[in-house]
């Protein structure tokens, strides 16, 4: 292998998924070899006309107001093909219950009469909403499309971290991940089997569609933007493309007798499933907030008589409250009869009290998140926080117990990222896509690996200045000879592309 990896060090105690010591794990062999061909000098080219690619492409994200190019690092992210057959199976146990769960809370509340959660914690939570409740899906499906966070601790066993059912984004980024990776890496990706992600377009465009009001035997399907100055814009777009689909923002839409229509240059045209990209609170202002631009008046009675499919379902935040969460592995075995495949991170909710009484004592050791928060806002690293901030966090939770959660703190495994012109260990987590059409649950191969760009950072969200790689689930086995830094290993054979 080239000098590219020499300076290479593992950050202890997280995993490395790449390296043991100074071995090659085997998933990454062929990749090693692969990088190894190539020199510094060479692998800094690829990476810069990588960047330009995406600005030229626009594929972009906001922070602060300001559109930036996604950071997309050169090194993907290899797993292999056991390793993913668990995390599949995982993600649909996981989705189905979900659905089980969510139905339940909207319906009859058997999980509250059965003293698996109590009922406060759904209506306290800042997403339930009892608009939801009478609304049927016509095929029975509220999360056609989730996003299950997944980390992977120190011993390298895959853990969910959270779920993200109300309108998870992000798989834009695995589409065009791939094609810039397969036009900088074209040599690594012609030696690996790797499953394909192109698909998930017709995947999720047939869930859609199966999810017609009954009787719609050609559904009009649309996907329901904020408009070209929402941050996910981009993907919106892109997924609109793709699945072949009209591109459309409130403004767009009307209700008359409960049914949904779209002004068209030929006139008014149905709608029958619309793919809302937008939050609960701003879709209808007749429910929700009355001052909301972005959705249209009467778009949940329109749902609740049955007329056009909302996906996902309104209410589903619930689910995504990180203090449901906490009861997932028993909503698991409740509705399933089933232990959970992917085990949750070990969790204290402060509600209870005895838990808080440990956690104020060691706040210095651990993570606290707000469980209505996103995109890493909020989130307080025990170990990095100040005296003055472990104290107003204190207080914080004192004030409002039910407002937060503890875990402790999970060096998430690293995986070698280029950044200032060298290799350096860097914290993922990884969110797998399932799309769901009501007979099966299907999760895309691979997923969004997000990654911390900063030394030592543990939160990887875009907003935070994290970037992306491209996960290759391969297709086929992995081979097990020894590989390490300093050994030149040859011509790899060749697998073919998947």
């Known amino acids: 292998m080239s ?42 080219s690829r990476v810069e006309a990588m960047q330009a690619s995406y600005l030229d492409q626009g594929v972009t994200f906001d922070i602060g107001g300001e559109e930036r190019a996604f950071p997309l690092d050169i090194v993907p992210r290899v797993i292999e093909r056991d390793t993913w057959a668990t995390i599949d199976k995982g993600v649909q146990q996981r989705v189905k219950a979900l659905e089980l769960f ?6 009859e509340g058997k999980v509250f009469d059965d003293g698996v959660i109590p009922r406060e914690v759904i209506t306290t939570s800042s997403h339930y909403h009892r608009a939801a409740a009478g609304v049927h899906p016509p095929n029975g499906v509220r999360v056609q499309v989730s996003g299950i966070d997944l980390v992977r601790d120190n011993t ?28 900088a890496l074209p040599e690594a990706i012609a030696e690996h089997r790797i499953r394909p992600v192109a698909n998930y377009p017709q995947k999720l465009l047939a869930a859609l569609r199966a999810a017609a009001p009954a009787g719609v035997a050609d559904p009009n399907v649309v996907v329901l933007t904020p408009g070209v100055y929402n941050g996910a814009y981009f993907e919106h777009a892109l997924l609109a493309r793709t699945m072949g689909v009209e591109l459309v923002e409130g403004r767009d839409l009307v209700c008359r007798n409960g049914q949904v229509l779209m002004r068209t240059t030929k006139g008014l045209a149905p709608v029958h499933v619309i793919y809302r990209r937008i939050d609960d609170e701003f879709l209808d202002p007749v429910h929700f907030r009355p001052d909301s631009m972005l959705g249209c008046v009467g ?4 749902a609740r008589m049955g007329n056009v499919t909302l996906a996902n379902a309104v209410g589903n935040g619930v689910a995504d409250d990180k203090l449901v969460y906490t009861y997932m592995p028993d909503i698991i075995r409740y509705y399933l009869a089933e232990d959970p495949i992917i085990k949750n991170v070990d969790t204290w909710r402060m509600g209870d009290a005895s838990s808080r009484e440990e956690v104020l004592d060691r706040l210095d050791e651990l993570v606290l998140k707000p469980v209505d928060g996103s995109g890493g806002k909020g989130i307080v690293i025990g170990p990095a926080a100040s005296a003055r901030e472990l104290e107003v966090l204190r207080g914080k939770i004192l004030e409002d117990p039910r407002s937060w959660i503890a875990q402790p703190v999970v060096q998430l495994s690293t995986v070698p990222t280029f950044t200032d012109g060298s290799l350096g260990a860097r914290h993922v987590d990884l969110r797998p896509f399932a799309v769901n059409d009501g007979d099966k649950v299907w999760v895309l191969p691979g997923g969004l690996t997000r990654v911390a760009l900063a030394e030592g950072e543990l939160i990887v969200n875009s907003s935070r200045g994290g970037g992306s790689k491209d996960t290759w689930v391969l297709a086929g086995p992995t081979s097990s000879r020894p590989s390490g830094r300093g050994q ?9 592309v998947a």
């Open 156 to 183: 390298g066993e895959f853990r969910v971290l959270e779920d993200n059912v109300r309108v998870p984004s992000g798989v834009s980024y695995v589409m065009t991940n791939r094609r810039a990776i397969s036009a």
């Open 102 to 107: 969510l139905a339940d809370v909207y319906d």
């Open 299 to 302: 778009l949940i009675d329109a």
């Open 3 to 44: 000098q590219i990896f020499d300076a290479y060090e593992t950050r202890d105690p997280a995993y490395d998924e790449m390296f043991v010591g100074s071995e090659l794990r085997p998933p990454y062999q062929r990749l090693g070899d692969s990088l190894g061909r190539l020199s510094a000098s060479e692998l800094i």
């Open 488 to 496: 030149s290993q040859g011509q790899s054979q060749t697998q073919g």
